[in-house]
């Protein structure tokens, strides 16, 4: 179907029961190609790279042209045509050249009758001969596109360490109503052969009010746990999206990866503590924006300074008779030329070391806030990093125990055929060895919530 959602071409399909299965990278997937968030984390990045062109827009050459005309009284005051090109370069040096069609009789006396072009140069001796606002608001863009490309790992990072809790979440909640839904079966089959022993005399009546009650237990607890599990599917459904940004439910026949191993799969993760650290320093996308951060604030520090020199601009044109400029060389102050120079200067400074003396405290302050993110983040790692080793070590006493309350629940049974135990005895063995299974899972599926955490805290989970 046209309208077929796009879960389904990234499932993969067992091929016995053909029932679709959901593997948490095919999961991720689609949460990082249709989730809302992480269209518009996208989206800050285009803007960013927006702003550049708009900084860019500073460097473009601009063609101008001024015309005037006065007459009155009858008599022609001026007419006047002056067409120019201006050219700002990186280096604050702006080169032009135009053209000048004077005409009139009323003219000032600077000025030069008929026509005439100019080829010139502005150059910066002093403000803005290193850095000025054109080149700062470049400079400040790039290292925005630089942050927003951060602050994009840092929302994926963040909504893909959610998305895999709300998946292990899920999957803990299915394996936990099989081993219900197991022992369930288990205990109706009880019922029905206890029934035919209580027919045949070989049993006391009140067995089967043990074992009914046993299977009332489990047809509640059953219950419980299809509604846990419905409700984790819900909340999964929360990060599925189609193409055209439109939820979708997880649809009822779909299933988690079975998850048999996962030791081995432990071990094709990075979850060596001083590793991680070490990306975490060097690459996590939240320090990474602070660092971009503080260049940034160190290019406007830089600009600040320029408010504390004094504006020397030095300009020349090289004039020529006629509108073709001409390009032959000659001296520049021997004839035909124009200069002017510019001077300018607060007697006090004020606002310049005002401006600058902000600039550095704002490096100060977002340093601070570096360090302390810094620190943050260190401690959650080495956080997660405990709490991952510590369930290793409680999966492999809860399977040991698990293990010891199924050859309970085995030895119970043999000895109620043989006549020597009881229903209670083997329904409380098998109440404890439910427990234990559940308890298992749960602490699987934590753990994999864990290890996807510690990725996310080390900023390596994107």
């Known amino acids: 179907m046209k309208n077929k959602f796009i879960l389904f071409f990234l499932l993969s399909f067992s091929s016995l029961a053909q029932t679709p299965i959901l593997y948490p990278e095919a999961f991720l997937k689609i949460v990082q190609a249709y989730h809302p968030i992480a269209k518009q984390a996208g989206i800050g990045v285009q803007k960013s790279e927006a702003q550049i062109l708009q900084a860019r827009a500073g460097f473009d050459p601009i063609l101008s042209h001024y015309s005037a005309k006065k007459t009155f009284d009858g008599k022609n005051y001026y007419e006047s045509h002056a067409p120019e090109l201006n050219i700002p370069t ?17 003219l000032n006396s600077s000025e030069t009758l008929g026509e005439t072009s100019y080829m010139g140069i502005t150059v910066p001796l002093a403000k803005n001969l290193f850095i000025d606002q054109r080149r700062a608001s470049l400079q400040q863009a790039k290292l925005m596109n630089k942050m927003a490309l951060q602050e ?13 809790a709300a998946y292990w979440n899920w999957v803990k909640s299915v394996q936990v109503l099989k081993i219900v839904d197991q022992n369930l079966r ?25 074992a009914t009650t046993q299977q009332q237990y489990f047809d509640n607890l059953y ?15 929360v990060y599925l999206w189609q193409e055209n940004s439109t939820p979708q439910e997880l649809p009822l026949e779909v299933q988690p990866a079975e ?3 996962e030791m081995a799969i432990l071990a094709e993760l990075d979850l060596n503590l001083s590793s991680l650290l070490e990306k975490a320093y060097a690459n996590h996308p939240d320090l990474s924006a602070y660092q971009y951060k503080i260049e940034g604030l160190q290019v406007e520090k830089k600009l600040k300074f320029q408010s504390l020199l004094p504006k020397l601009d030095v300009s020349y044109n090289a ?12 001296a520049l102050f021997d004839n035909n030329y124009q200069y002017g120079i510019k001077f300018e200067m607060p007697l006090r400074l004020s606002k310049g070391r005002a401006d600058y003396q902000l600039a550095k405290l ?6 601070l806030n570096l360090a302390q993110k810094r620190q943050q983040i ?26 010891n309350y199924q050859t309970l629940v085995k030895a119970e049974e043999n000895r109620f055929a043989q006549g020597e135990s009881s229903l209670f005895l083997i329904n409380s063995r098998e109440t404890k060895a439910m427990e234990a299974a559940e308890k298992l899972t749960e602490l699987k599926a934590y753990l994999f919530k864990t290890i996807y955490a510690l990725q996310a805290s080390a900023g390596v989970l994107i």
């Open 90 to 106: 990186w280096y604050g040096i702006e080169l032009r050249s135009g053209m000048e069609n004077l005409q009139g009789t009323r």
């Open 152 to 164: 994009q790992r840092s929302v994926l990072n963040d909504l893909f360490s959610d998305a895999m």
């Open 186 to 210: 288990i205990a109706e089959a009880r019922v029905s052969f206890v029934k035919r022993s209580v027919e045949l005399g070989e049993r006391p009546a009140v067995d089967t009010v043990e």
């Open 223 to 237: 219950q419980a746990k299809w509604m846990e599990k419905e409700n984790s599917r819900l909340a999964l459904s």
């Open 259 to 261: 998850v048999k191993n």
């Open 319 to 330: 004039l020529s008779k006629g509108l073709a400029p001409s390009l032959e060389t000659r």
């Open 362 to 367: 704002k490096i100060q302050e977002e340093s």
């Open 378 to 403: 260190q401690v959650k790692i080495n956080s997660y990093y405990n709490q991952v080793e510590a369930l290793k070590k409680q999966i492999q006493t809860q399977e040991k125990a698990l293990s």
